[in-house]
């Protein structure tokens, strides 16, 4: 018994090593993505920097019922805890901020208390900036 399992793990030993081995210089891998054809190894410029509207400067709505595009950049944390967006748009800092304040649908009393499914704003809220690259083609008429 002894034999017969030392000749399989020798057996398996042998059967590991099969005699492939990496390529020197392998090809680069082609990618084909939003980015365009493009291979690994390629190193291109960075993007342009998007440029946001000027504060005070709302953004006209392209819609009916669209919620209000944000006029900067988003990068404020929103958790359970915080809602980053309340320290410049909740109904008390809003005129000092000279922001606009929290629409009365989204309240759901008197001194402004955000409701629940409110809370994030950045379901339905995103910024708008002027990209100068398009980032996807866009077949939209």
């Known amino acids: 018994m002894k034999k017969l399992i030392t000749l ?3 057996m398996l030993a042998i059967s590991a090593y099969s005699g492939q081995q990496a390529q020197a ?3 680069p891998v082609k990618l084909s993505s939003l980015a365009g054809e493009s ?3 390629d190193v291109r410029p960075a993007d342009e920097m998007p440029v946001y509207p000027n504060r005070g400067k ?3 709505r392209t819609f009916v019922h669209q919620p209000p595009i944000i006029p900067h950049k988003a990068t404020y944390s929103i ?4 809602n980053g967006c309340l320290s410049c748009h909740s109904w008390d800092k809003a005129k000092r901020m000279k922001a606009t304040p929290v629409d009365t649908s989204h309240v759901m009393d008197d001194k402004g208390t955000v409701k629940g499914m409110y809370y994030f704003c950045d379901q339905c809220h995103v910024p708008q ?3 100068k690259q398009q980032l996807v083609e866009n077949t939209f008429n």
Request: net charge negative; glycine share 0%.
């Open 129 to 131: 900036a002027e990209n």
């Open 8 to 10: 399989a793990a020798v």
């Open 79 to 82: 958790s359970t805890d915080k």
């Open 25 to 27: 210089n392998p090809e």
């Open 39 to 41: 291979q690994v190894t």
């Open 58 to 60: 709302s953004v006209e």
